[in-house]
């Protein structure tokens, strides 16, 4: 409850939401959507209004939430092109995507990321790439679109601390210890990459920025 009610205190100080995305995100939960916490949304917004690219892949869209805010926070002539993989959560987001007078600037690609490499590596390269799909797959989803991101780059990964359970990955639930393993050894790699400066915050569920030397 404390949590929370720091995330609201958090969320007016950043300056709110449109209702719009206020009816959205609450949507979301309801249904048990995964969305990005409000504090993590809150540093990947900043970073895009600070690198302002004009090219961003999304990696995992769930019904648009984040792809509708990156592209507004965007501004004029950005373009986001968003993968998902639920051909029911795609078709949610294109309608999303559509009340919000974003269809030129939002594509939604339906597919698992990767297998629709073409049709996403056809709309690159790419400034900044956010990455908040499959926890089991972050390092083949890194791997696979980093090649198509420019230099200068930022590839923005969320839910690197998984629920804390990277601390140790033993301790976890049994059903998600191999996700736990995982995404420690996707942190570990990740922090070696000697092509891209990194970060870790603790920010959300942890957040990861990486900039392409």
């Known amino acids: 409850m404390e949590e929370e009610s720091l995330n609201r205190y958090l969320t007016r100080l950043n300056g709110g939401e449109a209702s719009g995305l206020q009816a959205l995100a609450e949507e979301a939960r309801a249904e048990g959507i995964p969305i990005m916490q409000p504090e993590a949304l809150a540093v990947l917004l900043l970073c895009i209004r600070m690198k302002r690219p004009n090219t961003i892949l999304e990696i995992g869209t769930a019904i648009g939430y984040s792809a509708i805010q990156m592209a507004l ?12 993989r639920d051909p029911i959560l795609a078709g949610r987001a294109r309608d999303n995507v559509a009340r919000f007078n974003l ?5 939604v690609i339906e597919g698992d990321a990767l297998e629709a490499v073409e049709a996403v590596r056809v709309h690159g390269p790419y400034d900044f790439i956010v990455i908040d799909a499959g926890k089991g797959h972050y390092k083949e989803f890194f791997t696979t679109y980093a090649a198509g991101l420019v230099r200068g780059g930022v590839v923005f990964c969320d839910n690197v601390l998984f629920r804390r359970h990277v601390l140790n990955p033993e301790a976890a639930p049994k059903r998600i210890r191999r ?3 995982k995404m420690d050894a996707f942190n570990r790699w990740l922090a070696r990459q000697p092509g891209f400066d990194t970060m870790f915050l603790s920010v959300g569920d942890g957040v990861s920025i990486s900039i392409r030397k």
């Open 103 to 107: 269809q030129d600037a939002v594509e």
């Open 73 to 84: 926070a965007s501004g004029r002539g950005a373009r986001v092109v968003t993968v998902e």
């Open 179 to 181: 996700l736990a393993a």
